[in-house]
Every structure is written in C-alpha cells, then in structure tokens.
C-alpha cells in the first residue's frame, strides 16, 4: 500500500528509494521473466520468498541499535513512525552477534491472523465495528499518534532486504539468514518460506507449493516473490522506471468458489441503513467456510441480476466478508426467484425509504425500532466515543430488552441496585463497574461526545473538525445550513444530516437530557486555542507530544492565532514548540541555531489560553 502521506508525522527521505514490485499473475509472465534475466546476465540462482500482505517499513539500524523507522510513502519519503515502530515485539530495538555498523533493514509490518481475530473478538465484546481486513488495520495501526495504542495492538513483522555497504554477504539468501542471527523475525527456510532455486522449474514448485498451502499460513500473502539472488547481479540487471529488472512478485488469483444463493436477509444499523445479505449454502473457500456474503444494497442485487436459488460465483480478497462476483446464468433451471427488497422494516415493519441520489434503503422510524435503538446505545458508549468501560455489545441489548435503557440519556440515570437486580451475571463487582464508567464517561471531550450522537454521516474526523471549528453544541443546533457548509470537511450530505438531526424534537431532548447530566457540550479553552494575531510573524517547528493538544490540534492553534508551522529548523524559526518525547536531533539542532524552545504551557501562555 503506503502512497497516502499524512501530516501528523514528520516526512523523512529514504536513504535507498523503496522500490516496488513488477506484478505478475501468471506463470508465463514469470517464464518470460527468467527468459530476460538469463538473457542479460546468463543462468542464475534465484531466491523465492512470501508476498506478506501488510505495511512496508525501512528499519535503520546504527551500531545495532534502532534509530528509525519509515513509512515506505511514496517511495522517496516517508513518514518517520519510530516511536510506533518501536512497540512491534518482533523488530529488535538492539541486535546481536557481528552486523554491518550502519544499514536499513526492510520487511512487512502485518497482523498474524491469530492475533486479528482477537482484536476484532474484543471489538465485537465492546459493541464495537470489526476491522474490515488485517492489512488496513495494521497501515491504520501505525499511524497511531501514541505509541502506547500500537503496542496494544500487537502487531509483527518480517524482514525481506537488506541494504547498506558493508552486508556480511553477496548473497541475499545468506544476508536474510545472518539477519535471523542478529536477532530479526526473518522468513524460515525449514517451513519454505524463503527458498532458493537454479531455474523455473524450482520457482515453479515453489509457487505451486503456496498456491496450495498459503490458507495454512498464521499470516495473510498475496503472492509469491522472486530475486536474482546475487547481490552484484542485482546492481548489474538494474531497475525500469520503478521497479526492479531483478525481481518480480507472483499474485495469487483471488479464490473464487461457486455455491447457491439459498436466500437474502436484511439487516437494519443503528442509522437504520437496511443492507441485504445473501444467504448461502455454505462452501469452503480461501481456507474458511463461507455462508454469507453482502449485498451492499439494492442496486448490487440489480447490478448482478441476482435470483434466489441461483449458482453465484463467490470471491474472497483480502476482505474477510467475502463477496458474490457473478451469476451462473446458464446453470438456471427455470425454478429460480427475483429478489424483491422489502418495502417495509424486518425489524419493526415501518415503510422502508430512500432517498434521492442514495442507493441505500432507510427505516425512519429511528426511536421505535430495535436495533436502531440498541445500535445507537452501542455507538454511544464505543471506546472512540464516551469510551464506557464494561459495557459491551451484549449488556447493552440486556439494558435494553429489560427496559432499564431506551435511549443514551437513560444511561446517565441507571443505578447500581437496578444493575444488581438483573440478577444473573451481575455482580457488585461488575455493576459498579458499570456505573463508574457512565459516571467517567461526562469527562469526555466535546468531540467525541458529538461524534457519539451518532448523527449519520458525522464520523470521527468530520467530529472533532466540527467541534473545534464551532466551538459549542448551541451554536451548532442554531447554524443554518449554508453556514455549516462553509466548514471545513462539510458538504451537502453531511450539512443536511446535522439540520435534520437537530430539527428532530427526540433529539434535541436527548442533547438536554445529556447536557443536565452533565457531559462536556462545548470545547475546553485549551482545545478551542483562542484565536487572534498573537502569533503574527512568528514561525513554529513542532515536536513531540502534547497533553492539552493532539498533533493537529497544536498546528491549529498556531494557525488561528496568526502564526506559521514548518516542518524543519532553520534560522528563520522563531520557536521550537517541544513536547514530551521531543527527538534529540532537533533539540541539537535548535540549540546550534540559537532558536529558543519553549514548552506547551509558555506557548498556552502566549496565546491567552
Ligand atoms: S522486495 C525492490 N520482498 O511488496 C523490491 N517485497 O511491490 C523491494 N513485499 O512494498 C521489495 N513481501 O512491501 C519484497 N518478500 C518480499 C515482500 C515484499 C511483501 C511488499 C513490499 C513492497 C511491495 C512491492
């Protein structure tokens, strides 16, 4: 992946471009691969390896220790995530034995399948969304602002390269295995995952060995990758435009499986969006048993002319929701059935409706019907929102079903005695568990909590946008559509979901209710960071970690109060604005220029917060 650049971290550039890989899917495009190689440096050993399916990293090593890892970002930069980098438990920190005094070793951040799973059986207790594929969660993982977040993830890694002047040997086989003794995750040759051959037929037996094996694997791949193994070979064969003539990746087809379509369900959300399921006769494909499959909505159904009782064609990506690709029209026998999407709610039988332009059904009826309700409640509570420790999914159904909640204000009434009265599962322990959270939950900052109401379209990021650029829910309830459109990540969707969510009686209650309870309805004078020209003139370079501000946040508040940020020191930086962590090439760096370096509470001073 890599390519998107984000700005919370500093961009660094790659000591060696980080190339990528000439793709191919079939086995005579790596013939005609070998068939080039051997034409221009004659026959040589080739070294075969996996395809991780996750997030490039460079690691730099200096005297065996860590002093950096990059993104792969577009190749020439990327961004510096050392901080995260270091929480990975399979990248050593300090190496052992006899290495090269300085050189980058590169490999594949992933999820082992093992540990994805856990992540999302714990998002799943939590009433949280599932991660949708191990390889995203990883890329979203490491782009963490702390640290701590991406230890708890559990992430690993392998190392695939090696570059540097002085490596132990010309050959990358035998640099991959000098790795592994200096204290590396490196692929084992023992279970073939790393492998070596003197021609096509030994890569073929390769590729064919994984084609077969990979859903065995406690790691996603994607494909298979083949090197000249000669390190001088390498140099000599070169690199076209962007990847290089000595090496060449395999990808595996995305399996494909067919089965019959026995029935569609629809499952209504917490925004009351109705998405179609299909329902199939259970067929193993890419290592697990697949029973259903989403429809997204209407539209894909028509899309694919899909009827029940159909022979549809199955696929599975790197998604782990598979999805149907196709339709066996010719296996039809006549008996099958269109598919006809429900004009009313499974769920509480309310006119189904649909709006213009949008190719999802709605059920309206948001206060009444069940798994908006409960849907709603578990948003509410979710760990990015009012982050209520020990209510999971399944207690919030229970509140619901036993009338103790209807509704997210209801939270903030519940007693202990009432929990204790549930009787079975509930503890002293447990329900005053509970209560401490709900209790925690009011010191949550205004961002979160609008980002809790669960208003459709208002994600995190468009939250905490809104939040900081209107300051308060009161003036938030009262702007008029074309003023919310003048916001920053605001558009015609997303303002017209705000105006009808606040235009709705039920809601505007609920909000009074929270507010009486007392939740945080309006940004903290640290967060809104002022706003004015006291900065006027004056440059910032920003580093480390901030307790009244994220990342962004401090760049904005240098912003609105006329100031400028840059991303490097120069004579023309006015400040080093340093925060806990602050890197010590920067620290050396301004003191040689002479800029002065001032804390989080100096700059809180300067700008009146
Ligand atoms: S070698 C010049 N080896 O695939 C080639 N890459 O398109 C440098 N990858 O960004 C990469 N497994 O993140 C190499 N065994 C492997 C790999 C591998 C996965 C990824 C890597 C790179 C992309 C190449």
């Known amino acids: ?165 002085q490596l132990p040997s010309r050959s990358h086989y035998e640099n991959i295995l000098a790795a592994c003794q200096w204290g590396f995750r490196t692929p084992d040759p023992e279970r073939r995952f790393i492998e070596r051959a003197s021609d096509l037929e030994g890569i073929m037996a390769f590729i064919d060995h994984w084609d077969k094996e990979r859903h065995a694997l406690e790691m996603d791949i994607d494909g298979v990758v083949i090197k000249v193994d000669d390190l001088r070979l390498q140099e000599e064969l070169g690199l076209t435009a962007k990847s290089p003539r000595w090496a060449i990746a395999y990808k595996f087809a995305a399996e494909q499986a067919t089965t019959r379509l026995n029935g569609v369900t629809y499952q209504v959300g917490r925004t009351g969006a109705v998405t179609p399921v299909a329902e199939l006769e259970p067929v193993l494909l890419a290592g697990t048993t697949v029973k259903r499959a989403s429809l997204h909505n209407a539209d894909q159904i028509g899309r694919l002319g899909l009827r029940i009782g159909d022979v549809v064609r199955v696929e599975k990506g790197g998604e782990i929701i598979p999805k149907i690709v196709g339709v066996e029209t010719a296996r039809r026998t006549g008996e099958e059935r269109t598919v006809i999407f429900p004009e009313t709610c499974p769920e509480c039988g309310t006119w189904l409706v649909r709006d213009e332009g949008e190719a999802q059904h709605y059920c309206p009826n948001e206060h009444a019907c069940p798994p908006q309700i409960t849907g709603r409640i578990e948003h509410f509570v979710g760990r990015k929102m009012m982050a209520m420790d020990g209510l999971g999914g399944e207690t919030v159904v229970e509140l619901v079903r036993t009338g103790l909640i209807h509704d997210v204000a209801d939270l903030y009434d519940l007693k202990k005695e009432q929990l204790l009265a549930l009787g079975k599962g509930w503890g002293e322990k447990s329900a005053a568990q509970v209560i401490e959270g709900i209790a925690a939950s009011k010191a949550v900052p205004f961002e979160q909590v609008l980002f809790a109401l669960g208003i459709r379209h208002v994600g995190e990021t468009v939250a905490k946008k809104i939040a900081r650029a209107v300051g308060s829910i009161d003036r938030l309830m009262t702007m008029p559509k074309e003023e919310l459109l003048s916001l920053d990540e605001v558009g015609d969707v997303i303002a017209q979901s705000i105006t009808d969510f606040f235009a709705a009686a039920g809601n505007r209650r609920i909000v009074e ?8 309805f309006q940004v903290e004078p640290s967060q809104h960071h002022v706003a004015g020209d006291k900065l006027k003139g004056l440059t910032f370079v920003v580093s480390g970690v901030f307790s009244g501000y994220d990342r962004d946040g401090i760049k904005e508040a240098i912003e609105r109060n006329g100031g400028k940020v840059s991303g490097s020191i120069s004579k023309k930086t006015s400040f080093v604005l340093a925060g806990a962590d602050m890197g010590p090439a920067k620290r050396q760096k301004a003191e040689e220029l002479g800029v002065k370096i001032i804390g989080e509470e100096e700059f809180d001073r300067m700008i009146g917060a």
């Open 1 to 165: 992946m890599g390519g998107d650049i984000t700005k919370e971290f500093q961009q660094v550039a790659h000591a060696y471009p980080m190339l990528s890989l000439g793709n191919s899917y079939s086995r005579d495009e790596v013939a005609d691969f070998v068939r080039r190689v051997e034409k221009a440096v004659g026959r040589v050993a080739y070294c075969m390896e996996l395809k991780y399916d996750g997030v490039a990293i460079s690691l730099s090593y200096r005297q065996g220790e860590l002093v950096r890892g990059v993104t792969r970002g577009d190749g020439e930069k990327g961004d510096d995530i050392t901080a995260n980098v270091r929480t990975v438990r399979s990248i050593p920190l300090r190496l052992r034995g006899t290495f090269p005094p300085s050189f980058e070793a590169r490999g594949e951040i992933l999820f082992m399948r093992a540990r994805f799973e856990e992540l999302n059986a714990e998002r799943a207790a939590r009433g949280e969304e599932l991660y949708a594929n191990p390889r995203n969660t990883a890329a979203g993982s490491l782009k963490q602002q702390d640290p701590k977040d991406v230890a708890r993830r559990g992430l690993d890694n392998f190392i695939y390269t090696l570059q540097g002047e």
């Open 513 to 520: 209710r929270l507010r009486l309870a007392g939740l945080r």
